[in-house]
């Protein structure tokens, strides 16, 4: 037995242990002391019966609030998953919408990299259908994101125009409606990421 060590935790829990068995018998004590001071022996089981309603009360109320407090930090940790989420949809979509305007504005002629980006335009068009702007917690992100929505519609529609190739090359205005597209989904980005992180 000489050599048996606690360890230190156990020491501190095993000091606790014995300070809270006498404070309940300090307090047990104190009470039939002032029961019996006041001649109120035999009113005890009442006056347990109203503590303990008391004290359940308490516990009730507590437990409500911890159930509540659970469940508002949940709701925040759902809410920044879903900011994160839609940051990141967010960039990748600016990134190809950008891709896209800046690559076809000089290889229109492109037809393999047209077809590229139009599946690519067309994917980040049903990846944001995903998500609804009313399901979007943060006004100002959810307004980013409506913009962003239409960005990329005008984007795909620009490479879809010169997917079809029409007669005579592809018009300036398409080209410039698709350069305008990827400067609105870039400004959207930038309005969703400032949302996000505010």
Same mark, same amino acid.
């Given at each position: 037995? &000489?050599?048996? &060590?606690?360890?230190?935790?156990?020491?501190?829990?095993?000091?606790?242990?014995?300070?809270?068995?006498?404070?309940?018998?300090?307090?047990?004590?104190?009470?039939?002391?002032?029961?019996?001071?006041f001649? $109120?022996? &035999?009113?005890?089981?009442?006056?347990?019966?109203?503590?303990?309603?008391?004290?359940?009360?308490?516990? $009730? +109320?507590?437990?409500?609030?911890?159930?509540?407090?659970?469940?508002?930090?949940?709701?925040?940790?759902?809410?920044?998953?879903?900011?994160?989420?839609?940051?990141?949809? #967010?960039?990748?979509?600016? !990134?190809?919408?950008?891709?896209?305007s800046?690559?076809?504005?000089?290889?229109?002629?492109?037809k393999? @990299?047209?077809?590229?980006? !139009? +599946?690519?335009?067309?994917?980040?068009?049903?990846?944001?259908?995903?998500?609804?702007?009313?399901?979007?917690?943060?006004?100002?992100? #959810?307004?980013?994101?409506?913009?962003?929505?239409?960005?990329?519609?005008?984007?795909?529609?620009?490479?879809?125009?010169i997917? !079809?190739?029409?007669?005579?090359?592809?018009s300036?205005?398409?080209?410039?409606? @698709? !350069?305008?597209? $990827? +400067? $609105?989904?870039?400004?959207?980005?930038?309005?969703?990421?400032? #949302?996000? #992180?505010?």
């Amino acid at each position: 037995m &000489k050599g048996l &060590k606690f360890p230190p935790l156990m020491n501190t829990a095993t000091v606790w242990v014995v300070w809270l068995f006498l404070a309940v018998g300090a307090l047990g004590w104190a009470l039939f002391v002032l029961l019996d001071a006041f001649d $109120a022996k &035999k009113d005890a089981a009442a006056w347990v019966q109203a503590v303990g309603s008391v004290l359940a009360i308490i516990v $009730a +109320i507590a437990v409500a609030s911890s159930q509540n407090q659970r469940a508002y930090q949940t709701a925040k940790q759902e809410e920044r998953e879903l900011l994160n989420k839609l940051c990141v949809v #967010a960039n990748f979509v600016a !990134e190809v919408s950008n891709n896209a305007s800046s690559y076809l504005s000089d290889n229109a002629g492109d037809k393999r @990299m047209v077809s590229r980006f !139009e +599946i690519s335009l067309r994917d980040c068009d049903y990846l944001m259908r995903e998500v609804q702007f009313n399901e979007v917690p943060r006004a100002e992100a #959810a307004v980013g994101w409506l913009e962003l929505r239409a960005a990329v519609r005008d984007v795909l529609h620009g490479v879809q125009t010169i997917q !079809e190739g029409k007669r005579g090359g592809v018009s300036m205005l398409v080209i410039y409606d @698709m !350069e305008a597209g $990827a +400067i $609105a989904a870039e400004n959207a980005r930038c309005r969703i990421n400032a #949302a996000c #992180a505010g």
